[in-house]
Structures are given as structure tokens and as C-alpha cells.
């Protein structure tokens, strides 16, 4: 081997330009840091899912993946991976031991990661919706929760049923939040920890975790979560807020058409009313994004999606209702043992509505600020 | 003789819910009988009805986090069809360069993260460890180049989390992802890709980024085919792997990438469209070409549900294709218990003219060699060039093997990553030709037909043939129907017994574990048809 894995690695890191990012990378790193004295360990269940979730992990960038893994940042240690579907090496039986280690308290502590939603059970009790080696994944999945020190739900379906939750879906899929309840606590004292996102993007869950890790140490409270459980350091901002076109709907410019560079609140993007900031940060390493390439926002971080923000391509915002079986919302702050401070604005869950409504109407009674004459 | 079943539950490495059931013969240490099963059921095909059908291909992307945008590329076509809009070139060719760069990341997970550890040296030292001692005898022809001096040099790049070429994939995929984002604005699941084209519009300077993005994938893909050929090599004359997966050459490819000046979706043009893309759509029948029209193996298509738990679906409403046609479809589940002589799985049995047919970068490559249809094939050869890269220009020659087995579907999937960047070189070289003339529309606006359409997007997936059926009433999604390609490879026993690709090619493969039996041989020949996987951490064992 003409290149060994420790300097590929070294190679590669140093290539990389951090500072654009070293906000996120020594949360990463301290984190890394602080699990170097025990292994903390993932059990990644796929309950009804795509695995989108996992490949958008992948798109992570500074630190990657294998960054984190490895535990490559300086100081830092490793987190290890003992249950992943689509990675491990094992199959069959020799892979399910993993999740028995876990249920006899042999991976302790681990952090329960949950993809795809929990599906019921069929009609009259006969066969399944979704197996995990000859068990029901609801039953395989409480099991995990009861002895987690945290459980993640990793994407929309995992947080609130999602697509196989949408409106004519007959298998009963709902998120981790609404099997387990809004009382219920990790082995660490926390509630169900929501990163939505149809896929979210990859660094929402490696900042997350990085934060659980922090916090489980004791080295900073645990995070602030809003109504649906969502880490308030992610979810604050509408999409609108950090949509680069949103220069244009201030001033009323609007695409009439895909494929038109302005503003597409005509053409029914939902990012005045979902918490995103992937339109400032990009899909990738910076590149892409929702309306930063023409796509409108559909709403994907919400609970509801995809029913309530649709049709997609029509001018309308939904009355943003929480669906019924979330709507006695507990801020999860109320429960944790260190009481957090309330933040100045709190999180407004309608607060993107009203403003849209309002600057829609504005625009509609003609105050427009500036016409632009549109190219052709 | 008494058979001993095997049970595979979970099969990991995979995208999704599976499971295998082999029945093993002991003395002639082979699988005597295989059963596949997939474990998990959704119901998209239920859920779409009744939604906006300008809003089906963002709900139809999300069937698969993995093949995203080939999901919702062909439901793109399947609305073009159905809501009667032709995208115009540039959209065309845009929708092109994303789904190629995705063809990209797809098998370079696949090959590496989900396939390749089943060829690691940390495997094969527990599976087969006579196997190392030869692969360090062995010199690696092409690859040496590279920097891989032997075999046991390229099983040791292959190492879960250590090896060199295990972990240059990981970061190469997602480089493939973000020259994918550029287009599609975000993956998985593609923002930018509607009916009538593409809503994004690449800017000069974006241009510039796919390019010199592409052309790194190109550095990369020079290395990975020239490992691919010393592997497969290896496995195919050193240790006469051969018998592993094989099966009969019933394939079956829909043809992928469209020609920007032909494609206009409609259903009477669809003959004259398909056969000019990238990739030549036909099926094979025991070695044979029997059609290259994607008309005749559209209306060829049926899917039984014999052996899956789905209810029958009664009197077809539309007489110019089988009743059991995805056109005359509907989905109604009926969960049960697992029983391996009846009902014992969620996937139903697509056939061809009642043929188990495989779909996969084997069929494609195969199916687009033999036809000859474009200027680079013929005699059952494929041969291009990828250009100067920063390193030298290589001479690509693919030849159609004589029976698909695991190596030659692994050897496929390599050659097709290069052919992907092939055609996005020629694609990119029309989209400045566009540009330069001043085009600017990506995107045309559909206008939903009174009454009643139907509409069909049928292009290959990383792992195959991929249908999206519509049938549209009022602008309103009536019935959605959708196949997928490990629905079709690791379909179950049809309503004639006849066993899905996958069971076929686990028939009669040999156990080449000497000591106990952990079912590597069997999970290797799954794997080789790479049903829907996903990707990749890893397991990383302190």
C-alpha cells in the first residue's frame, strides 16, 4: 500500500479549509473529546423509511463522515457504529446480536438513532407491516428506547410519520414521539430529540449529536427543543428567512414560471411557513438547496407533511395547524432537570404564517416598493 | 439427502427489508432452493391518489432515499406523458447531467461500501483464507498503475473503514452528490425536477463546477474500473468463482438518458425517442435480443401476485395492454403470516412475456452492446474513451460476458459508472452548444388535458429498470403504479412457479466456505444485484 489510512486521512484533513466552518467543527471536536473516555456507541434502527436519511448523513462535509467515525479531529475519540442496516459488516442472526448486546446493557451507554416510522399493526392481527429479524419493528424499537441514553429521530418520518403517515397510508405509521409520548425520558433524562427533514440535511444530524454528547458529559445543558421536539439551535428561522430570494418577495417580484430566478410564492413555495435554514447553507458543502435551485420549499421539516402543505404548486399557505395528535405541545425545556432560559422570541409556530399573510396582502393591495421589469 | 435451511434475517449491506431463506444441500455443498422476501410495506401507490399529479413527482422521489433522482426522473416522464408537455433540450440535457453524476455516487457506494467488504481482505480471511494466499501471488495488471501492486493490494483498499479504497469512495460518492446538488438542487430527494423539465437553470459559472467536478469523478473512475477488471479477473480465472449467481441472459434494460433533440414524452414517439438514448433499452431472451422498442416491452409487462401479500385486483379498465398490465393495476395489501409455500413476501413478480428477466447495469451494458443502436456499439462490444483527466486518457473496451453471474454483474457496474461519465462529457459538450445560441428555457409549462391521460416514465435506476405508470383524470393522480428494479429481481415465485431472478441465481450456487457455513456465498450473490442499497458509515469495531 503506497498510502496507509492514517495519512490519506491527514492529507485529505488538511486539505480542507475549516475556518469557514470552525463554529461547528470545535463543537464536534469537544465532543469527540469528551466521549474519548467511553465509547458511546449508535444502534441505527430503518423502520419505514428510504434510507434517504442515512445517504444524507454521508453528505456531511467538514467534518465528514469518516472524520467522525474514526475520531480523526484532534483529541478526539471514536463513536462506534454497532447497528446499521445498510453498513454493517455482519448479516443475518450474527447482526442482530448487536441489538441484543444493547438490550442486555452491554453498550452502554448508546444513543438510539431512528429512520423511516413505526408502523401499526395490520387489520385482525395477521402478519406485518415491517419485520427486523422475525419481530415487529414497534417491538424491537421500545425495547432499544427503554435502555437509550437518548433517541434521535432522524428525519420526518421518524419524527412524525411523514410519507408512509400521509393521508390514505393504511399502516399506521407514526413517529417516535407519538409511540413512546411527550412524557416519556431517556435513561439520561430526555425526551425524544426530533431532526426533521425529508431528507434533513446531513450536518443537522452530526451537530445534533454532537450536542447530545456535549450535554450528556455535562459540558453544556442539554439542548433547547421547541414544540416538536426539534433542537432550537437548528429549527429557529423559517426557510423564508434564509431563502436568498427573499430580497425579491420583499419587493414583490415573483417567477411566474419554474425555471425564473425570483421569488416563488406564486408558484407555492411553503418556506414562509417550515423551519430550514438549508436555502443559507446549502445541500452539500455549500452547493445546492431548495429554491437556491429553483425547487420550492414543500414543507418537509413540518409536522403535517406532506398533506398540509399540499398542492405544492399552489399559491396558498395552509391554516398551519399541528395535526390533533400533537397538538398539546410541552416545551421538552419544562421537563429537564436544569431549567433553560426562555428564548427572547420564543418559537413561534405561527409567527412565519402571519407574516407571510400579512406581506401577501400588502402585496396584493399594491404596495409594491419597487417594480422590476422582468427579462425576457 | 436431506436439505438444510438457512434463514437470512435481516440481510444487511442492502437498502431496505429483506429476507433470504435457502434450502442447502449439504453433500454437493450448494443452494439447492432459494426464497426472497422483502419485509416492509408502505403503500405509495395508494397514498398518491387523489393528490395534484404537478405534485406527484416530489411524493413518488421519496419511495427511495438512495435512487431518488432516478424516481423522479421517471415520474417527471411519466407526467411529461400524461399532462402532454415536452421539456425542451436544455431541460432535457439538464436532467441528463443530474442523473448521471447519480449513477455515479449510486455504484461507487454500491461497489465499495455495500458490495465490496464481501471482497475485503478482513472477510475473505474468515470466509475463504486459501483465497489471500493466491491474491498475493497475483499481480494486478490494470491497477498497478495505481498503485495496487496485487490482489491482496486491492481486498486490502476494499477493508471496511481502513482501506484505501473503501474510504476514497465514501468521499468520492459524495462528491458525485454534490455535482448531482448543483442540478437538483438537493439529494436524496431531487427540489428542482418537474413535469415539462427542470426548474433549475445552471448559471456559466455553474457549468464550470460540474465540469472540473466531473472531471475529478473521472480520476476516480480510471482507478476504480481498472480495480474492477483486476478483481473480477481475478475472482473469474484464478479461483473460477463462476458458477456464484449465475443464471440465464434473460435480461431486461428501459434504456437511460435521453437525446435532448428527440425525447418529446409522447406515447406515439416513444419507439423513435428511446432507442436514441445513451443507454438502449430491449430485452434479452436465453442470449437473444427480442425487442428494442420500449413500446413492446412496456406492454410486455405484467405483475403477478401469486406468491406476495396483495389481494386480486379484478376487471382491468384499460384493453390495449394485459389485465395485470401496471397500467390496469391496483394496490390492495392483505398482510398475512410468512408462508414459503404460499404468500411470503411484500414484493409482487413483474415478468416480461412471462420471463423472470434481470434488470441491472448487466442488462444495460449487455443490452447496449449487442443492439449496436449508437455510434459506440456493436459485435456485443462497447468502446469509448475517457479523456485526459489529471491523469492520462484511457481506452475503455466492455464486452458482453457469455452468462450473468456475480462477477460480471460486479465487473457491469463499473464499466456502466464509466459509461455515466462518459455521457455526461457528451451531454455537457450540447448543453454549451445550447448556451452558446443563446437558450436559456429549461422548463415548459404543462397543461393538464381534459378527461382522462395516462402517462408511463420508464429509465433505468442505478439498479435497473424503473416504471412510474400515471393515470391522470381532471389533474388529479387517478392510479399510480410503480415497479421498481429490485422489485423485479428479488420478486418471489410467479403464479406458474416460476422463481424471481434472484432465486435463480441463488439455485445451484456452490458453498465455497470450507468450515462452517455463515452464508457469505449466498449474501454475495444478493448483493450482486445491489436490490435497492443504501449507504454508508460504517462499522467500525474498536
Redesign the interface.
Known amino acids: 500500500?503506497?498510502?496507509?489510512?492514517r495519512s490519506?486521512?491527514k492529507a485529505?484533513l488538511a486539505a480542507a479549509t475549516v475556518s469557514l466552518l470552525a463554529g461547528k467543527l470545535s463543537l464536534v471536536r469537544e465532543a469527540f473529546a469528551e466521549v474519548k473516555r467511553g465509547?458511546l456507541h449508535l444502534v441505527w434502527l430503518?423502520g419505514?423509511?428510504?434510507?434517504?436519511?442515512?445517504?444524507?448523513?454521508?453528505?456531511t462535509?467538514y467534518p465528514?463522515?469518516?472524520d467522525v467515525?474514526?475520531g480523526i479531529l484532534p483529541g478526539a475519540g471514536?463513536?462506534?457504529?454497532?447497528f446499521?442496516?445498510?453498513?454493517?459488516?455482519?448479516?443475518?442472526e450474527?447482526?442482530?446480536k448487536a441489538l441484543e448486546r444493547a438490550e442486555r446493557g452491554l453498550l452502554n451507554p448508546y444513543i438510539l438513532v431512528v429512520e423511516g416510522s413505526i408502523q401499526g399493526e395490520?387489520?385482525e392481527g395477521?402478519?406485518?407491516?415491517?419485520?427486523?429479524?422475525?419481530e415487529t419493528f414497534e417491538e424491537r424499537f421500545r425495547r432499544l428506547a427503554s435502555k437509550a441514553v437518548a433517541v434521535v429521530a432522524v428525519g420526518s418520518c421518524a419524527s412524525y410519520g411523514g410519507?408512509?403517515a400521509?393521508?390514505?397510508?393504511?399502516?399506521g405509521?407514526r413517529g417516535c414521539l407519538e409511540v413512546l409520548g411527550r412524557e416519556w425520558a431517556s435513561t439520561a433524562g430526555l425526551p425524544v430529540v426530533n431532526v426533521p427533514g425529508?431528507?434533513p440535511s446531513g450536518d443537522w444530524f452530526v451537530e445534533t449529536l454532537a450536542h447530545l454528547i456535549l450535554a450528556y458529559k455535562g459540558v453544556l445543558p442539554p439542548p433547547e427543543l421547541d414544540e416538536v421536539n426539534r433542537p432550537a439551535f437548528l429549527y429557529r428561522f423559517l426557510a423564508h428567512e434564509h431563502c436568498p430570494r427573499a430580497t425579491f418577495f420583499a419587493e414583490s417580484v415573483f417567477s411566474e414560471?419554474?425555471?425564473e430566478?425570483y421569488c416563488m410564492f406564486k408558484l407555492g413555495c411553503k418556506g414562509p411557513l417550515a423551519r430550514c435554514d438549508?436555502p443559507e447553507r446549502g445541500?452539500?458543502?455549500g452547493?445546492?438547496?431548495?429554491p437556491?435551485?429553483?425547487?420550492?420549499c414543500?414543507g418537509?421539516t413540518e409536522p403535517g407533511f406532506?398533506d398540509l402543505f399540499?398542492?405544492?404548486?399552489?399559491a396558498k399557505l395552509p391554516q398551519p395547524l399541528l395535526p390533533p395528535r400533537l397538538e398539546a405541545a410541552i416545551p421538552a425545556a419544562r421537563r429537564l432537570e436544569r431549567p433553560l432560559e426562555t428564548p427572547p422570541s420564543g418559537f413561534p409556530y405561527f409567527s412565519g404564517a402571519a407574516f407571510a399573510a400579512a406581506a401577501l396582502a400588502a402585496a396584493m393591495a399594491g404596495l409594491y416598493l419597487r417594480k422590476r421589469r422582468r427579462e425576457g | 439427502m436431506t436439505l438444510r435451511e438457512m434463514?437470512?434475517?435481516?440481510?444487511?449491506?442492502?437498502?431496505?427489508?429483506l429476507?433470504i431463506r435457502v434450502l442447502l444441500d449439504p453433500d454437493r455443498r450448494m443452494v439447492a432452493e432459494a426464497y426472497t422476501s422483502a419485509?416492509?410495506?408502505?403503500?405509495?401507490e395508494?397514498?398518491?391518489?387523489?393528490?395534484?399529479a404537478?405534485?406527484a413527482q416530489?411524493?413518488a422521489t421519496?419511495?427511495?432515499?438512495?435512487c431518488?433522482a432516478a424516481h423522479s426522473i421517471a415520474s417527471a416522464e411519466s407526467l411529461d406523458m400524461a399532462l402532454k408537455v415536452s421539456p425542451p433540450p436544455l431541460?432535457i440535457l439538464l436532467r441528463n447531467l443530474g442523473q448521471e453524476a447519480d449513477m455515479i455516487y449510486d455504484h461507487t457506494l454500491h461497489w465499495f461500501?455495500?458490495a465490496g467488504?464481501d471482497y475485503s481482505e478482513?472477510?475473505v480471511r474468515k470466509a475463504n483464507p486459501g483465497w489471500l494466499r493466491e491474491a498475493g501471488r497475483v499481480k494486478a495488471e490494470e491497477a498497478s498503475a495505481y498503485?495496487y501492486h496485487t490482489i491482496y493490494?486491492i481486498m486490502?483498499?476494499l477493508n471496511?473503514?481502513?482501506?484505501?479504497l473503501y474510504?476514497?469512495a465514501?468521499?468520492m460518492?459524495?462528491l458525485a452528490?454534490?455535482a448531482a446538488?448543483?442540478?437538483?438542487?438537493?439529494?436524496?430527494?431531487?427540489?428542482?425536477v418537474?413535469p415539462?423539465?427542470?426548474?433549475?437553470?445552471l448559471t456559466p459559472g455553474e457549468v464550470s463546477?460540474y465540469a472540473s467536478m466531473l472531471m475529478h469523478l473521472i480520476d476516480w473512475i480510471k482507478e476504480w474500473r481498472a480495480v474492477a477488471e483486476d478483481l473480477c479477473r481475478f475472482l473469474d480465472e484464478k479461483l473460477n468463482y463462476v458458477e456464484n449467481g449465475l443464471r440465464e441472459a434473460n435480461l431486461m434494460s428501459y434504456g437511460v438518458y435521453e437525446d435532448h433533440e428527440a425525447y418529446d414524452g409522447k406515447r406515439e414517439n416513444m419507439d423513435a425517442w428511446a432507442v436514441k438514448r445513451w443507454v438502449t433499452p430491449g430485452v434479452m431472451v436465453n442470449g437473444e435480443i427480442k425487442t428494442v422498442r420500449l413500446a413492446e416491452v412496456n406492454e410486455g409487462l405484467t405483475e403477478s401476485i401469486a406468491h406476495s401479500?396483495y389481494g386480486d385486483w379484478g376487471k382491468p379498465q384499460f384493453s390495449d395492454v394485459d389485465g395485470k398490465h401496471p397500467w390496469n393495476k391496483e394496490t390492495l395489501?392483505a398482510?398475512?403470516?410468512?408462508n414459503w409455500d404460499g404468500k411470503y413476501s411484500w414484493s409482487t413478480s413483474p415478468r416480461w412475456r412471462d420471463v423472470a428477466v434481470e434488470v441491472g447495469p448487466l442488462a444495460r451494458m449487455w443490452i447496449t452492446a449487442t443492439a449496436g443502436k449508437i455510434s459506440e456499439a456493436g459485435a456485443g462490444c462497447l468502446r469509448f474513451t475517457l479523456p485526459k483527466s489529471s491523469l492520462p486518457e484511457v481506452e475503455v473496451e466492455y464486452r458482453a460476458p457469455s452468462k450473468p453471474n456475480t462477477i460480471e454483474r460486479l465487473r457491469a457496474r463499473a464499466y456502466f459508472a464509466a459509461w455515466s461519465a462518459y455521457a455526461a462529457l457528451g451531454d455537457l459538450e450540447k448543453l454549451l452548444a445550447l448556451l452558446k445560441r443563446g437558450v436559456r428555457?429549461?422548463?415548459r409549462?404543462p397543461r393538464p388535458p381534459e378527461g382522462m391521460s395516462r402517462g408511463v416514465g420508464m429509465v433505468e435506476a442505478p439498479r435497473g429498470g424503473l416504471g412510474h405508470w400515471s393515470v391522470v383524470d381532471g389533474g388529479k393522480i387517478f392510479r399510480y403504479q410503480v415497479i421498481t428494479p429490485t422489485n423485479i429481481n428479488v420478486s418471489p415465485r410467479d403464479g406458474e412457479g416460476r422463481p424471481g431472478p434472484i432465486e435463480e441465481a441463488l439455485k445451484g450456487t456452490p458453498i465455497t466456505e470450507p468450515g462452517e457455513i455463515?452464508?457469505v456465498d449466498v449474501?454475495r450473490v444478493v448483493r450482486s444485484f445491489d436490490p435497492?442499497?443504501?449507504?454508508?458509515?460504517?462499522?467500525?469495531?474498536?
Not at chain 1, 471514536?78 to 454497532?82: C, E, F, G, R
Not at chain 2, 395508494?46 to 395534484?52: A, D, H, M, S, V
Not at chain 2, 471496511?160 to 484505501?164: D, K, N, V, Y
Open positions: 500500500m503506497t498510502l496507509g489510512r490519506f486521512l485529505t465509547n430503518q419505514a423509511g428510504c434510507s434517504g436519511c442515512t445517504v444524507s448523513l454521508l453528505n462535509t465528514d463522515v469518516v467515525v474514526l471514536a463513536v462506534s457504529i454497532d446499521h442496516p445498510t453498513i454493517m459488516a455482519e448479516w443475518g450474527e447482526a442482530l395490520p387489520p395477521k402478519g406485518f407491516w415491517c419485520l427486523l429479524g422475525s410519507i408512509p400521509a393521508k390514505g397510508s393504511v399502516t405509521a425529508c431528507p414560471r419554474f425555471g430566478p438549508v445541500w452539500i458543502n452547493v445546492g438547496g431548495c437556491n435551485s429553483g425547487g420550492p414543500i418537509c406532506p399540499e398542492p405544492f404548486t399552489e | 434463514v437470512i434475517e435481516p440481510v444487511t449491506r442492502i437498502e431496505g427489508h429476507a419485509t416492509m410495506f408502505r403503500g405509495f395508494i397514498f398518491l391518489k387523489g393528490r395534484q404537478l405534485d416530489w411524493i421519496r419511495i427511495c432515499g438512495v431518488s431541460g461500501q455495500l467488504p478482513s472477510v498503485g493490494d486490502a483498499g471496511p473503514l481502513e482501506g484505501r474510504l476514497k465514501l468521499r460518492g459524495r452528490r454534490e446538488t448543483l442540478i437538483l438542487g438537493k439529494l436524496p430527494h431531487p427540489a428542482s418537474v415539462g423539465g427542470i426548474a433549475k437553470n463546477a401479500w395489501p398482510p398475512d403470516f410468512r428555457e429549461s422548463c409549462q455463515s452464508g449474501v435497492c442499497l443504501a449507504c454508508t458509515v460504517h462499522v467500525y469495531s474498536p
